[in-house]
């Protein structure tokens, strides 16, 4: 395995997992988040309403090839999996789909600045989880519930690394 890539909905923990595990296996990490803001010159939350989601998707495309060439884990955007061009790539890579319940996700963002959630974001949430579990699904080799300690989710993800490796 080359990579391990997290997706999930906003707000499963992808970046706080995603840092956690890489400390816990001794590699770099990258957001594709981080990356496309470093390589558009704003924050994807200013982009996304300047510039609209379609050519967000286009050029996160981008910021994930980057990211899987930085790092070998690699925490992604909610909505990736949304292009088929990322799908492709996720594909290809040790997926892992984090999975959380509604209402934590909407208590993590409830501070947080996340434009597609927009004005009603219980029922925006509920929306992309109906448009995109099929698409999870399809990329991920494992779901995890990501509604627990971090700790804990990395020691599941730890094992998880080893036993594709042939390490157990």
Do not use: N
């Not at 510039?51 to 899987?68: I, Y």
């Not at 319940?101 to 600045?113: N, T």
């Not at 509920?126 to 990395?154: K, P």
């Not at 020691?155 to 594709?164: C, I, K, P, S, T």
């Amino acid at each position: 395995m080359d990579h391990i890539v997290l997706v999930g909905l906003p707000g499963t923990g992808k970046t706080t997992v995603g840092r956690a595990l890489a400390r816990a296996l001794r590699q770099d990490f990258c957001d594709t988040d981080d990356v496309f803001a470093e390589r558009e010159g704003e924050s994807v939350q200013d982009f996304l309403r300047r510039q609209g989601e379609p050519l967000f998707r286009e050029r996160e495309l981008g910021a994930l090839t980057s990211a899987l060439a930085r790092a070998k884990v690699v925490a992604t955007g909610g909505g990736i999996v949304t292009t088929p061009g990322a799908r492709e790539v996720l594909e290809k890579e040790f997926t892992v789909w984090l999975t959380c319940p509604d209402e934590e996700i909407l208590r993590r963002v409830a501070e947080g600045d996340r434009p597609l959630l927009g004005g009603e974001p219980e029922q925006r949430l509920s929306q992309l989880r109906g448009e995109r579990e099929t698409w999870y699904r399809g990329v991920s080799q494992l779901r995890v519930d990501a509604d627990r300690r971090v700790e804990d989710i990395v020691d599941e993800l730890v094992g998880a690394v080893a036993h594709d490796r042939g390490d157990s």
